[in-house]
């Protein structure tokens, strides 16, 4: 299947995670900061509720990501071993630029379910992504049940419908891991003949 004379079919298909202890400098400078937050708003968003917002970690707030992370990792695990706990906190120096993705969900919203809003906060990370990839940068995602923690909830001051969905690392890949399969079309396509 070829997409050759389509830059932006081409993009989509050879978007890819990066790893994120192989994030080196530079990372994008402000400007590429604001394309990529751009782009990542302008996802699909039924009923404009605009259910996602993002934070660029501050090179000074990283020792507190790292305390935020060994206290989410103790939290989900108090016996965690020492070794595994600091490579909890090693994930606030991965990447020179590191994003929280914050999704906010009306979950009793009259007419837009909630479902409707996590679509447009997946939709809002993959433009991210995608926008990320475009300007020559790899990202690696960090997400699960330590960014539901208390410890996590508490240390971004979350409201009790927010919840950040993941940590992106950013920067200038120094390798690349090795690619993952993906799925074959007939086992994500078929047709509905009612």
């Known amino acids: 299947m070829s997409h050759a004379q389509n830059p932006v079919m081409e993009a989509l ?4 995670s990066g790893n994120a202890r192989a994030l080196a400098a530079p990372g994008p400078d402000a400007r590429a900061v604001e394309a990529i937050i751009f782009a990542a708003s302008r996802a699909p968003d039924h009923g404009r509720l605009v259910p996602f ?6 090179e000074a707030a990283r020792p507190r ?10 939290e989900l695990d108090p016996a965690l071993p020492r070794p595994e706990v600091e490579r909890a906190r090693e994930k606030a120096d991965q990447g ?3 994003f929280a993705v914050i999704a906010r969900i009306e979950a009793d919203h009259p007419k837009i ?5 996590w679509l447009a906060v997946g939709a809002a990370l993959e433009n991210m992504l995608l926008a ?20 996590m909830r508490g240390g971004f001051g979350l409201a009790a419908n927010e919840h950040v969905v993941s940590l992106v690392a950013i920067g200038s890949p120094v390798e690349w891991p090795p690619e993952k399969p993906k799925p074959a079309l007939d086992r994500v396509f078929g047709v509905w003949n009612g």
């Open 13 to 16: 298909i050879a978007r890819r």
């Open 53 to 58: 917002r993002f934070l660029q970690i501050a």
């Open 65 to 74: 990501l790292a305390d935020l992370l060994e206290a989410a990792s103790l």
């Open 96 to 98: 020179p630029v590191i």
């Open 113 to 117: 379910p909630a479902s409707d809003q």
């Open 132 to 151: 990320i990839q475009s300007l020559g940068f790899a990202a690696a995602i960090r997400s699960g049940k330590f960014l539901e923690t208390t410890a």
